[in-house]
């Protein structure tokens, strides 16, 4: 089961956030057929998005992550919900390189230069919007970059993806920390000292599990607890909505050139399919 715990330590001067997210990229493999590099990406990319949507205040706030990197992957887009129901996808998600010369999954040169742009819908007459560069492409690095520049919040995160040799994901999951306002200077930098135990984070979500990582680092830490999964929002409902705003015209249109309309969801493996009397069905309901 994937988590999220959050917590204060350090005086309450410092707020910790562990993440656990196997399940979550092991079902984005099995719906995209991921790369082990393009699982480690997008693993990396929703379980970052994860920890934001943690701080989504009202039931029907929402936020969408995008990476939009040179790279071979292409575009990395992740959406997620108060409900923390989260899914993504990645351009290119077959696309595989080799390994670094350290044996890792080579990110950052999947992913390549560009920006990373954050939409948070809070039900406000406009969306929040904030962007930064990405410093690496290696996401972690690109993440707290964004929320030092963009959100004004200095932050430390460890992110990690590892896939075994069925090419399923053994460990997924991070670690968040950031200082709240007024926090030490010493417990600031007893913050980093902590961060700097998590480098390999994937391994020990794999080795130890977040109980196991609790109990070896936050012995006696009261956390609250999250539980988020991978789940697609599209429906039929949805759909119908999108289609009528095409018009008569070009939904007829459509239906006369291909025999019919497909619409297929990014995210899932949901296929929707329109025939002619389906959309004399659509445009009749829309009227009414």
């Known amino acids: 089961m994937d988590r999220v715990v959050k917590a204060l330590i350090f005086d309450n001067e410092i707020s910790v956030s562990i993440l656990e997210t196997t399940q979550m990229v092991n079902r984005a493999i099995e719906i995209h057929n991921l790369s082990p590099v ?22 029907d706030d929402t936020l969408t992550v995008t990476i939009s990197g040179d790279g071979p992957g292409g575009q990395i ?28 999954l080579d990110v950052g040169g999947l992913v390549g230069k560009g920006r990373l742009t954050v939409v948070k819908n809070l039900g406000l007459k406009e969306p929040y919007t ?3 560069r990405l410093v690496s492409g290696e996401i972690a690095e690109d993440f707290a970059s964004y929320f030092t520049f963009s959100e004004q919040q200095p932050t430390g995160i460890a992110l990690g993806v590892k896939i075994g040799k069925d090419l399923k994901c053994v460990g997924a999951g991070g670690l968040v920390i950031q200082p709240m306002p007024g926090a030490s200077d010493e417990n600031i930098d007893k913050a980093e000292k902590l961060l700097a135990n998590f480098t390999n984070i994937s391994s020990m979500i794999e080795e130890y599990g977040l109980e196991g ?3 070896r680092f936050f012995d006696g830490v009261f956390f609250f607890e999250y539980l988020p999964k991978y789940q697609c929002t599209c429906s039929k409902e949805y759909v119908d909505k999108i289609l009528i705003t095409l018009g008569e015209k070009e939904l007829y249109d459509t239906v006369e050139k291909e025999g019919k309309i497909e619409v297929v969801c990014q995210f899932c493996p949901n296929k929707y399919t329109y025939y002619k009397e389906d959309v004399d069905k659509l445009l009749e309901n829309g009227k009414k």
Do not use: E
């Not at 290119?92 to 390994?99: A, G, H, I, Q």
């Open 77 to 104: 887009v992740v959406c997620g919900n108060h409900d923390l129901c989260m899914r993504g996808y990645i351009d290119n998600p077959n696309v595989d390189l080799p390994l670094k010369k350290n044996g890792k």
């Open 213 to 215: 990582i609790i109990d």
């Open 130 to 132: 904030g962007s930064s």
């Open 38 to 59: 393009a699982a480690a990406a997008l693993g990396r990319t929703m379980t970052a998005a994860t920890f934001m949507a943690t701080n989504l205040k009202n039931k």
